[in-house]
């Protein structure tokens, strides 16, 4: 073994140790990185329209959603991340896909919210997506949403059931 093969082993034996040392105690000190309580999951339905006459399909969709409360705008307004898949409904072609988007939602009155949505569609309609609705809070766990959203050439009108965890 050559004196430089030597040294590279020590110094990645090194890195090794002080990272197995280090991740132990800052593990013991900070809490952990998401918290359980933020998460929800959801699904729903979609009337989705590709602006052809006759064009219209119904699909449907599943998401998770993760509440960043260091990201609050203001004081009521809630921040979160959703990941989700959906099936647009068409036939004969790839018509469904990932999208992610970031959500920010807050209360108007007794149990109705207002939400609003920007982020990507991976999918069939590749690109920006943006959406606007309202919500109705079933008790602390359940949520209902409407929603109108825009893409690049599809427009949805969802009906989401949100369930925190």
Do not use: C
């Not at 989705?48 to 009521?76: C, H, R, T």
Request: no cysteine.
């Amino acid at each position: 073994m050559t004196r430089y093969t030597h040294s590279i082993l020590m110094l990645i034996a090194a890195i090794f140790i002080n990272a197995v040392t280090l991740t132990s105690v800052f593990a013991a000190e900070k809490p952990p990185l998401l918290d359980k309580n933020q998460f929800s999951i959801g699904g729903g339905v979609s009337h989705n329209s590709v602006g052809e006459p006759f064009g219209d399909k119904n699909g449907f969709q599943f998401f998770g959603a993760y509440n960043i409360s260091a990201i609050n705008l203001m004081e009521g307004v809630n921040t979160s991340v959703e990941l989700g898949y959906m099936d647009y409904g068409f036939d004969g072609r790839d018509s469904g896909g990932v999208w992610t988007t970031m959500v920010v939602d807050g209360g108007i009155a007794s149990g109705f919210g207002w939400l609003g949505r920007l982020g990507f569609d991976l999918g069939d309609d590749s690109g920006l997506m943006v959406g606007v609705g309202g919500s109705f809070d079933i008790n602390r766990k359940i949520v209902l949403r409407a929603e109108y959203v825009v893409r690049d050439d599809i427009d949805s009108l969802q009906f989401n059931v949100l369930f925190r965890l």
